[in-house]
């Protein structure tokens, strides 16, 4: 994995603002982006992708943007819920690395009622 | 069925014992994977089936051996482990293992090594 330290950096949002969460990759030939949520005790659940010839996808109450110039990649959720409640990896996959995919070191969010 | 599912959920074993984790899917994916998930650590990819043989294995110690008896199953057989051994394991399946598939995580197996 490419996560660093003990800790998951954490995002505490209030219940019904909007929440914001960025990744960095590191390979500039990964064509296709992936955002996944996982709930204590669960795996990792699809939320959304994104290939590396768009900028912008939308989802149901989810935004994801891809900025290929700086290798950054965010997941924006609209309205969030106590449901919400998470961690959020991106995941990578790489075309140079057999379609293996690469997961990112995650964020707790945290929804305060 | 958009499921994966995995036996057990918990597994405690000693060093000395042997064990198998199971997966099972039903959507005709072809594709199948083992990760492994520390705590606060994100997934790694240990294995990875293509049409029932083995295709990347990556660099993972001799005491896990895994085996596909067919397109809807995976098997992981635990023999020796260690305590670091100890973590979330994850199986995926995606219908196949080239281009942009989605995979399809199951909830896990927590295994602890005494």
């Known amino acids: 994995g490419e996560s660093v330290g003990l800790h998951l950096p954490t995002l505490s949002v209030q219940e019904g603002d909007n929440s914001i969460i960025n990744c960095a990759y590191s390979?500039?030939?990964?064509?296709?982006f992936i955002w996944y949520k996982q709930e204590s005790g669960k795996g990792p659940q699809f939320i959304i992708d994104?290939?590396?010839?768009?900028d912008k996808r939308q989802g149901q109450r989810v935004t994801v943007l891809l900025n290929k110039t700086v290798k950054h990649l965010s997941l924006q959720i609209a309205a969030t819920q106590p449901g919400d409640s998470a961690v959020y990896f991106c995941?990578?996959?790489?075309?140079?690395?057999?379609?293996?995919?690469?997961f990112g070191s995650g964020t707790r969010l945290l929804v305060r009622p | 069925d958009t499921e994966v599912t995995q036996t057990p959920k918990h597994l405690v074993m000693g060093m000395t014992n042997k064990k198998s984790l199971k997966c099972e899917q039903h959507?005709?994916?072809?594709?199948m994977y083992w990760y492994k998930q520390k705590a606060k650590k994100p997934p790694e990819l240990m294995f990875v089936y293509s049409y029932e043989k083995l295709s990347i294995n990556e660099s993972v110690p001799s005491r896990f051996s895994p085996e596909c008896p067919n397109s809807s199953l995976l098997n992981l057989h635990l023999h020796a482990l260690q305590p670091e051994d100890s973590a979330l394991y994850l199986c995926?399946?995606?219908?196949?293992?080239?281009?942009?598939?989605?995979?399809?995580f199951g909830p896990g197996t927590r295994l602890t090594v005494l």
């Open positions: 995941a990578e996959i790489r075309m140079d690395s057999s379609y293996k995919l690469i």
């Open positions: 390979n500039s030939a990964s064509d296709y």
């Open positions: 959507m005709g994916h072809r594709a």
């Open positions: 995926a399946s995606s219908q196949s293992s080239s281009g942009n598939n989605e995979q399809f």
């Open positions: 994104i290939r590396s010839n768009m």
